[in-house]
């Protein structure tokens, strides 16, 4: 199953039936207004992820209570997404109050963009898991550990011209430690379309939400041409 929606995801997930979803695994905008990311030397990237409005944050509260009804009961609850700093609170305070498990991962990059201003090297991304106490962690040693190393995505993001794409194989890290295969994973933030290129390897369903029309295009063309191989 493939199905991608271009619009609003708050309107058009509204339409996915409820009790449909067995996973999510998604990369919302950040909030970097308040010391999430970037830098003087990175002004080019901030102002390109700016022109995208994906750099101002979301409603983390609204948008985890429009995904709870996605999943037959909230004990099968299984989310997975990439945040900024100052958005990780938000995701614990939610699991806290919900009685939800979670978990910090982080994304360390090896090539990260110059920091300077009086603040860290932006050398890694945070994700959040949230589950329910009925999901399980699957996958193995070489899929769990809390850390995964790798530089970012530059010939993706050359390819599809998104900002913050993700490597695939991160992608599909999470997908075998949260899903089985045949599993109807949903993305609301689909972007360039990597999640539905990882579920498509990996032979899981796939559900994606793109708002912006250029991106929709790319992610639809990507994940329908895309070719899976067993190298």
Known sequence: MLNL????????????????VDMILTDPPYDISLG?????????YKDE???????NGFDVQLFLDLLTCKFKSKQQF????????TQIIEYLKYADLNSIQYGVGVWHK??????????????????????????????????????????????????FKHPTIKPIPLLEKYLINHSSECDVVFDPFMGSGSTGVACKNLNRKFIGIEKDEAYFNIAKDRIENHEVTNA
């Open 5 to 20: 929606l271009n619009g609003d995801c708050l309107e058009l997930m509204k339409t996915i039936p409820d009790k449909s």
């Open 36 to 44: 999430g990311g970037g830098c003087l030397k990175g002004r080019a």
């Open 49 to 55: 992820i700016s022109d995208l409005s994906i750099n």
């Open 78 to 85: 299984n989310l997975v997404v990439f945040c900024s700093r």
């Open 110 to 159: 090896s090539n990260p963009i110059p920091h300077c201003n009086n603040t860290y090297l932006s050398d890694v991304e945070y994700i959040i898991y949230l589950k329910g106490k009925s999901v399980k962690i699957g996958g193995d040693y070489s899929t769990k550990s809390q850390v995964y190393k790798s530089a970012t995505n530059r010939k993706d993001k050359r390819n």
